[in-house]
């Protein structure tokens, strides 16, 4: 590696030039660290500047005593603590401890809470990656299940785990970079894992290929038809429906018909339209509901789990902010006839 400090002779244009080519290419790495540090794209993308920013100021300091990487993940994790000292942290409904709704009653929502969200597969990966065993790694790092697990650990919990089980740094290099003992970190990790390991749910038995795009095919042709039978017809029996700021959520294919059929603001076939993206790692669909003037614009983003007994979970976010985040338009043009 190219040392950033350079020489005695080297200009600090030169410097700064070196730095950015070589922290450059750890941005969409840090980007999830930073998300599931906090559980926001949002936050997660105003992290990464500051850690940069706070980079750029240091790197004067860098003196080549750890590797480049380990230091700007030390800047990025102190970065997000920092951030989440007077932060609460950030669940999703099936989180809060509550039983599952009765859809027979309205939906209210709760904007005092600060919900999770998911993080766009772009912002993390940009075009897919070419190889599948890495693309496997870093899907796992960021499942939803896990980061939602996650927001139930303090941050320095959060920090020691993911240091140690996802960046697989040693327990001194962890213990340097938090201002901890070494014993403090195993101790802390050791809570930490136990943590997840009673909240992070397993994933189902996977699909792939022609089955899978099968599924998803007729899963968006059902909504597009409003066909409440046909849509779950291909869940799981045990899925589960949960949906962001609304604290309810709602277990089972019955209660999830009853939930669509009774408070679904769609008129019939046509009113909704869905339009495929990717969300930590996993399917996901920017849904549209048509206006009063037919226009169809951003009613709710949903994000899937699919296994091998079908749709096991939804988790749907309402909102047109995080249509931004995902790049998908404001409004679709008119279907053609």
Do not use: K
Not at 101 to 127: S, Y
Not at 188 to 203: F, G, I, K, W, Y
């Amino acid at each position: 590696m190219t040392s950033v400090t350079g020489s005695s002779a080297a200009s600090d244009g030169g410097l700064e030039r070196d730095f950015a080519a070589l922290v450059e290419p750890m941005r969409r790495e840090i980007m999830a660290h930073c998300y599931r540090m906090t559980g926001s794209v949002h936050d997660a993308e105003d992290l990464v500047q500051e850690t940069y920013l706070r980079a750029w100021r240091a790197m004067h300091g860098f003196e080549n005593r750890s590797s480049l990487r380990t230091w700007m993940f030390r800047i990025a994790t102190n970065t997000c603590l920092t951030h989440l000292a007077a932060r609460s942290r950030r669940p999703l409904p099936t989180g809060l401890g509550a039983p599952a709704a009765d859809p027979a009653h309205e939906p209210r929502p709760d904007e005092a809470v600060t919900w999770l969200e998911p993080l766009p597969d772009t912002v993390v990966w940009g075009n897919p990656t070419t190889d599948p065993a890495v693309a496997a790694v870093d899907r796992e790092s960021v499942r939803l299940a896990f980061v939602a697990a996650l927001q139930h650990l303090t941050a320095r919990q959060r920090a020691v785990l993911l240091l140690r089980d996802v960046l697989a740094w040693s327990a001194a290099e962890v213990a340097d970079a938090l201002d901890m003992t070494v014993a403090g970190v195993n101790s802390t990790l050791q809570r930490a894992r136990a943590n997840v390991a009673r909240l992070d749910r397993e994933a189902p038995g996977e699909i792939e290929g022609e089955r899978l795009r099968g599924l998803l095919d007729a899963y968006v042709a059902a909504f597009e038809a409003y066909d409440v039978p046909a849509i779950v017809e291909l869940m799981a029996a045990d899925v589960v429906w949960e949906m962001p700021p609304f604290p309810g959520w709602y277990a089972g294919p019955a209660d999830v018909a009853a939930l669509i059929s009774t408070w679904c603001p769609a008129s019939g076939p046509g009113s909704m339209r869905m339009v495929p993206t990717a969300a930590n790692g996993a399917p996901a669909y920017g849904l549209y509901m048509a206006g009063a003037d037919g226009a169809h614009r951003p009613f709710q983003v949903q994000v899937l789990e699919v296994g091998d007994r079908g749709v096991g979970r939804v988790t749907a976010w309402f909102g047109p902010r995080l249509f931004s985040a995902f790049g998908l338009p404001d409004e679709l043009e008119p279907a053609e006839a």
